[in-house]
């Protein structure tokens, strides 16, 4: 079982809808929960953070964390055709910081 | 700032060759790393160093080496290319420790913008 669990998509929206990216994980001792951003052939970058549970609102973009379920969300509103990217979900404690495999997003004009 | 730069960004090698990847970051950051990123299987991280003279294996090490002389440069080493070794390859750079405790936003990772490799 891998320990941060991502579904690759792709996703397909239209400009303005609510876009929901899930992630779910393995290891209890992870407590920090971080949603990187990859456009094609680029690096990835660091969209948003949260520690344990809880919401994290940035702009159009909120992460969510439910550590009771294991369970990672990232939602953005108002969906851009410039969000369409790869969303890495990433966890990290006792040293070790893993990645998920990545969701496409697709939003369309 | 520049961040971190990747040099080259595309190269195609022959089985058995070898070639280094550079990677240079210009943010002073402490800690650097090594990642292959493959379709469908996600980052996995090959080689980082806590500082210069620093390195330590990763979850993937084996057919690459890394040096860190400097705080800004962190080569990887592929020696011996297999068709296996196709990938994407990231550098990254934090100015803190990834995956200990997280205090702020300077734990956060910096990619490179990538170097494809193919081995034929």
């Known amino acids: 079982q891998k320990e941060v669990e991502q579904d690759p998509g792709p996703l397909s929206v239209p400009e303005g809808a609510i876009v929901s990216l899930n992630c779910t994980y393995s290891n209890s001792a992870f407590q920090y929960f971080m949603w990187y951003r990859q456009y094609s052939r680029k690096g990835p970058e660091l969209l948003m953070y949260t520690y344990s549970s809880g919401n994290k609102e940035d702009g159009r973009f909120t992460a969510q964390v439910d550590k009771s379920s294991k369970y990672i969300s990232l939602f953005i509103r108002d969906s851009q055709p410039s969000d369409s990217a790869t969303y890495l979900c990433a966890a990290a404690g006792f040293q070790k910081l893993v990645f998920g495999t990545g969701t496409r997003l697709l939003v369309s004009p | 700032n520049a961040g971190v730069t990747q040099t080259p960004k595309f190269r195609i090698l022959k089985i058995g060759q070898s070639m280094t990847l550079q990677c240079t970051q210009d943010m002073n950051h402490n800690y650097m790393y090594w990642y292959r990123q493959d379709p469908g299987m996600g980052l996995k991280l090959i080689y980082y160093s806590v500082g210069a003279g620093i390195t330590d294996k990763g979850e993937v090490p084996n057919g690459y080496n890394v040096s860190r002389s400097t705080t800004e440069d962190f080569p990887l080493r592929l020696e011996l290319a297999a068709p296996s070794q196709t990938s994407v390859y990231f550098c990254?750079?934090?100015?803190?420790?990834?995956?200990?405790?997280?205090?702020?936003?300077?734990?956060?990772?910096?990619f490179g913008p990538g170097t494809r490799l193919t081995v034929l």
């Open positions: 990254a750079s934090s100015a803190r420790a990834s995956g200990g405790t997280w205090v702020s936003s300077t734990d956060t990772q910096y």
